[in-house]
């Protein structure tokens, strides 16, 4: 996820509003728990310099939603809101490991006010995050290979999508994943 070029603003603390639906969609089934994660100096300024810019002022703390199955656990889901062209975008993200680290499994948008709301929860744009992991490229252009946006004059909320899934992959990576280091706490496999 490198550099970023859109700032999401002191829109960060979101609820998850239909865990139930977004797991029933994304894991076919399964059951969570809630663990909270304190954002120390040390990893905060790890998480700043991966994402190019500063944390929003009410990111002290992130939710992590553990997935489980049969008690095993099969993902994380996490939530972000950004900032859109008109007001918050929430930011539902699914993540799955392998042998390579977090990877997006799926993104949904639970709650947004923009103009262009078929398109940006459309499977056409929302699917190309699929995949991605914490150090992709996750700029909106026009560029062969890079993300498009959800539709035309939606580049915002677009962005404002795909930085919210950097983030939270980032901060995953960071708690979780490969960056979180052998002196780190883990989340239960």
């Given at each position: 996820m490198l550099l970023f070029l859109v700032q999401t603003g002191s829109a960060a603390l979101c609820v998850?509003?239909?865990?139930?639906?977004?797991i029933a969609a994304v894991f076919g089934s399964g059951t969570y728990k809630t663990v909270f994660e304190d954002v120390n100096k040390d990893r905060q300024a790890r998480i700043e310099k991966r994402l190019g810019t500063a944390l929003d002022p009410d990111e002290t703390q992130f939710k992590f939603f553990p997935v489980f199955q049969n008690k095993k656990?099969?993902?994380?889901?996490?939530?972000?809101?950004?900032?859109?062209?008109?007001?918050?975008?929430?930011?539902?993200?699914?993540?799955?490991?392998?042998?390579?680290g977090a990877k997006v499994k799926a993104v949904?948008?639970?709650?947004?006010?923009?103009?262009?709301?078929?398109?940006?929860?459309?499977?056409a744009f929302l699917g190309q995050f699929k995949g991605m992991r914490a150090n992709d490229e996750f700029r909106i252009s026009n560029d062969v290979g890079s993300l498009k946006s959800a539709a035309k004059g939606a580049e915002k909320a677009s962005q404002a999508v795909a930085s919210a899934v950097r983030k939270l992959l980032v901060?995953?990576?960071?708690?979780?994943?490969?960056?979180a280091g052998s002196g780190e706490q883990k989340a239960e496999k």
């Amino acid at each position: 996820m490198l550099l970023f070029l859109v700032q999401t603003g002191s829109a960060a603390l979101c609820v998850w509003r239909a865990p139930d639906a977004d797991i029933a969609a994304v894991f076919g089934s399964g059951t969570y728990k809630t663990v909270f994660e304190d954002v120390n100096k040390d990893r905060q300024a790890r998480i700043e310099k991966r994402l190019g810019t500063a944390l929003d002022p009410d990111e002290t703390q992130f939710k992590f939603f553990p997935v489980f199955q049969n008690k095993k656990r099969v993902g994380t889901v996490m939530t972000h809101a950004g900032k859109g062209q008109f007001g918050a975008i929430e930011v539902v993200v699914a993540v799955i490991e392998d042998d390579s680290g977090a990877k997006v499994k799926a993104v949904r948008v639970q709650r947004d006010r923009e103009k262009a709301k078929a398109a940006l929860r459309s499977a056409a744009f929302l699917g190309q995050f699929k995949g991605m992991r914490a150090n992709d490229e996750f700029r909106i252009s026009n560029d062969v290979g890079s993300l498009k946006s959800a539709a035309k004059g939606a580049e915002k909320a677009s962005q404002a999508v795909a930085s919210a899934v950097r983030k939270l992959l980032v901060v995953y990576d960071e708690y979780y994943g490969n960056a979180a280091g052998s002196g780190e706490q883990k989340a239960e496999k």
